[in-house]
């Protein structure tokens, strides 16, 4: 069989199984439940057939192997230990290498008999300390397991079903001493055969039965129009039944194969869903009998990424458009013409206004996406540094960009690394200080105004900011005069100065002093801004502020010279129009107080052309404009010489032709045709600091 | 430079300018198209010789000041003077010109390789020099004038 057309479809299925696998045992390890040990065994089942069949022996055999610890434990003959969590993480891990290198090359080389034996080992290890029992774990099994149904079983329940009878889960036990279980198991199904019932299925099937392989009970399925108990009764009277317990047939509850709902077969479809219903019956791969269909569609990104540039390009010209008409307008007054054309273009940038929203909505995914592997994360790094460690999400379908959440995994990795790593304390020092000996590490996103804020939040041991200026100074980051005129806040915000690292020893995982000021960059490096706040003894909180998109922002838009510059609305705190007088000089540097604090000014047009205007950023006696800009609790004022106003600007990036260019993020093309630079106000703080120092 | 470095009787297209008083020649593969010159937005803080961006059709194009960028003289603004724009990798690049003047075939066996050159910053971009009816043509390396500016 030619199987190279079904790889990406079988690499995408297998991802979501072994997603699946990773969340499930996960919980497994802090509450197993009959539910999650039930969507486990589906899971593992799922991905140990799909990698059969499509040739992939070696991780056929492993699936294998973890489905028989989940069955097993699904029956209750063993129970979840540390031990044996672990060793499920290392086959999942050796199953997503496996993946990987299917993607890769097609195939895989990897081997994995020692952790298939280690398996087996669990199996067998527990099954020997399992409550003694004569029956043998092949019979015992049986018991009280349910019945997994073979197809035509089903179809039979449901045709029982659709046809007005009641079907009905016996489950009958034999006395325990009972010689000839097969006679009794017999006796029953006349029994019920006699008395209006119809025995559906079996478990263990009849031949199992007819052979006496079975332990001191068994589970049948019957399909009766009669009343249940008198059918209970007459089972009662035969000798040697102890009991039969009767339940309504629940397909979900007993069967291990993902099942269609049966409400929705049994009920009447909607005319719509009829034809739903028939549209789909070529499309659906498989013939899955499910009659209600996915109501999505997988979408390459790149085709949304060219869709999301179209509309950019879109938006330009829409705004060159409502530009033409003005001018129109103010050249032809009121022309009949230029009345209609004014309409036409107020109606296209409606469109083209919704049309982006939709286009955008497109490509959020929700941020579950990063935060998944996370619990996982957690859990081996507290095992390796004997920490306990309590992860709390909230706000997993917060939506996000793609490409932002391309770029918020690796910052994110690393900060929650640092908080179990630095931040909680041992147990047994957290027990002496009066703290629960399990940490809590509470990362939570959410939607905030028009950006996305991502906090991380531990009640370690917090930060010393006295401790964090004397370690910058030791390290040559700050001099003693600069790092004492640091506020606390500020002192904290060292931690993302690069080459500042205040581990005391440097660890596998945290890293060797690559760490806050590569987090920090990166994460500004997509429009956002980190921010930490920590109280030592009480615990430390990082909040990310990240733009829900990266291709286009609204910005303010301002006057330098001949040119305009672009200044992200993000980071815009407010404008002020001031008068020379208010001018103020903290050093050499031209300054205005603000609401009682001292805001260092800039001139744009200085920064920018190196004109030497002195220290008086203005002209004259002319009022100047000023635009307020901020970096976590940082703020200065850039003087500009207009301000022009709001807008939305498409974000394309600058060439790499033209050099190392610091204090641009990109470019913009405006209503005219015209260019504006986007200002990367990240870098312009930097700028200031650098020459601060 | 392009693929037609095949000795005998193989010919080089090139497109010649003029930067002052020389000629200078840029093979022609790399020549995406060459335009007037038209408003370009200056860059605050990139190297000297970068003399900004421009909106080529929607698309935002850097354009250096070529006779900068070669340590030569700069000259005033014509009504003749260009941009060429050069493709390398998948990034354009503008180049500011004199004045474009034409496209020349160069056989293979007249370009000579590049002579010391007194003291002109430009002889490091100079791949090799052509003679066209007696007049020199200097063949510009233009990955080297270009790529050292990203660096």
């Avoid at chain 1, 209006?196 to 099937?205: E, I, Q």
């Avoid at chain 1, 109280?535 to 330098?560: D, H, W």
């Avoid at chain 1, 001031?578 to 603000?594: E, F, K, N, Y």
């Avoid at chain 2, 724009?85 to 998948?90: L, M, Q, R």
Wanted: charged letters at 25%; aromatic letters at 4%; glycine letters at 8%.
């Amino acid at each position: 069989m030619d199987t190279s057309e079904y790889i990406a479809l079988f690499l995408e299925e297998a991802g979501e199984q072994i997603d699946i696998l990773e969340q499930d045992i996960l919980q497994l390890e802090q509450s197993p439940s009959q539910e999650i040990l039930n969507e486990i065994f589906r899971a593992a089942h799922t991905l140990k057939g799909s990698s059969r069949a499509m040739g992939f022996t070696a991780m056929g055999e492993l699936t294998h192997a973890m489905e028989d610890v989940f069955d097993a434990l699904r029956k209750g003959e063993i129970s979840v230990s540390t031990e044996m969590v672990n060793r499920l993480f290392d086959a999942l891990d050796t199953l997503k290498a496996m993946r990987d290198q299917i993607a890769e090359g097609g195939s895989s080389d990897i081997t994995c008999e020692e952790l298939v034996k280690s398996l087996r080992d669990v199996l067998n290890g527990s099954t020997a300390d399992a409550p003694s029992s004569s029956a043998s774990p092949a019979e015992q099994k049986h018991a009280d397991a349910g019945i997994s149904l073979q197809e035509h079983e089903r179809e039979a329940a449901y045709a029982a079903i659709d046809n007005g009878l009641n079907v009905y889960q016996f489950t009958v036990r034999l006395a325990a001493d009972t010689l000839m279980k097969s006679v009794r198991a017999l006796m029953v199904l006349q029994a019920i055969d006699a008395n209006g019932g119809t025995v559906l299925a079996s478990n263990p099937d009849e031949e199992a039965l007819d052979n006496e392989q079975f332990g001191d009970s068994f589970v049948l399925l019957v399909a009766t129009d009669k009343p249940v108990d008198s059918l209970r009764n007459v089972l009662l009277q035969i000798s040697e039944i102890r009991g039969v317990e009767v339940q309504p047939w629940q397909e979900e509850k007993v069967s291990s194969a993902p099942q269609p709902s049966p409400a929705a077969e049994a009920t009447n479809p909607s005319p719509e869903a009829k034809m739903e219903e028939s549209s789909s019956a070529e499309a659906d791969r498989g013939g899955s009998r499910t009659p209600t269909v996915s109501q999505t569609v997988r979408v390459d990104v790149q085709r949304l990424d060219t869709l999301l540039n179209l509309v950019g390009e879109l938006v330009i010209d829409r705004t060159r458009v409502a530009q033409l008409g003005r001018e129109f307008e103010t050249r032809f007054q009121h022309d009949e013409m230029v009345d209609s054309l004014l309409e036409t273009a107020a109606h296209i940038g409606r469109i083209t206004d919704e049309l982006q929203e939709h286009i955008m909505k497109a490509r959020m995914l929700p941020i579950e996406q990063v935060f998944n592997r996370f619990p996982r994360m957690i859990r081996d790094l507290a095992q390796k540094f004997g920490k306990e460690v309590r992860l709390v999400m909230e706000g997993q379908d917060t939506e996000l960009d793609r490409s932002v959440i391309e770029i918020i995994s690796d910052p994110l990795i690393h900060m929650l690394r640092n908080s179990v790593d630095h931040g909680i304390e041992p147990p047994e020092e957290r027990e002496a200080l009066g703290k629960p000996r399990q940490g809590t590490i509470r990362l939570s996103a959410r939607h905030e105004e028009n950006y996305i804020l991502i906090e991380i939040e531990d009640d370690g041991r917090g930060m010393d900011p006295a401790h964090l200026r004397e370690v910058a100074v030791r390290k040559g980051v700050l001099t003693r005069d600069a790092a004492d005129r640091l506020t606390d806040r500020e002192a904290l915000a060292l931690i993302f100065a690069p080459g500042f690292s205040t581990a005391k020893q440097v660890t596998e995982v945290s890293g060797r002093g690559v760490g806050m000021d590569i987090v920090r960059s990166n994460i500004q490096r997509v429009g956002g801004i980190v921010d930490v706040d920590s109280t030592p003894g009480k615990g430390t909180r990082f909040s990310i502020r990240l733009p829900l998109t990266l291709a286009i922002i609204r910005a303010l838009l301002v006057r330098v010279s001949a040119e305009v510059y672009a200044i992200p609305l993000g980071s815009v705190l407010e404008t002020l129009k001031i008068h020379p007088d208010s001018l103020q000089s903290v050093g050499r540097q031209p300054a205005i107080v603000l609401r009682g604090r001292t805001l260092p000014l800039i001139s744009l047009r200085k920064h920018f052309y190196g004109e030497s205007s002195g220290v008086s950023p203005c002209q004259g006696d002319q009022p100047m404009f000023v635009v307020v800009i901020g970096l976590g609790e940082r703020q200065i004022g850039l003087v500009v010489d207009h301000l022009i106003g709001e807008q939305e600007i498409v974000i394309k990036s600058l060439s790499r032709h033209l050099g190392d260019i610091n204090g641009f993020s990109g470019a913009t093309i405006l209503g005219d045709g015209r260019i504006a630079l986007i200002l990367e106000v990240a870098d312009i703080f930097n700028n200031i600091s650098a020459r601060a120092a | 430079m392009s693929a037609a470095t095949i000795a005998g009787t193989t010919e080089r297209q090139v497109v010649a300018f003029r930067l002052g008083e020389e000629t200078y020649a840029i093979d022609i593969s790399y020549i995406h198209e060459i335009i007037r010159m038209r408003t370009i937005t200056f860059v605050p803080r990139a190297p000297h010789y970068m003399r900004g961006v421009i909106n080529l059709r929607g698309r935002i194009v850097p354009v250096m000041d070529l006779s900068a960028r070669l340590g030569l003289p700069s000259h005033e603004e014509t009504p003749q003077s260009r941009i060429i724009v050069v493709e390398i990798g998948d990034e354009s690049i503008g180049l500011i010109v004199d004045a474009v003047s034409e496209v020349l075939r160069l056989p293979e066996d007249q370009i000579e390789p590049p002579t010391q050159m007194t003291g002109s910053e430009s002889a490091n971009y100079i791949s090799g020099l052509g003679k066209v009816n007696d007049r020199l043509v200097l063949l510009l390396d233009v990955e080297k004038v270009v790529g050292n500016a990203s660096q």
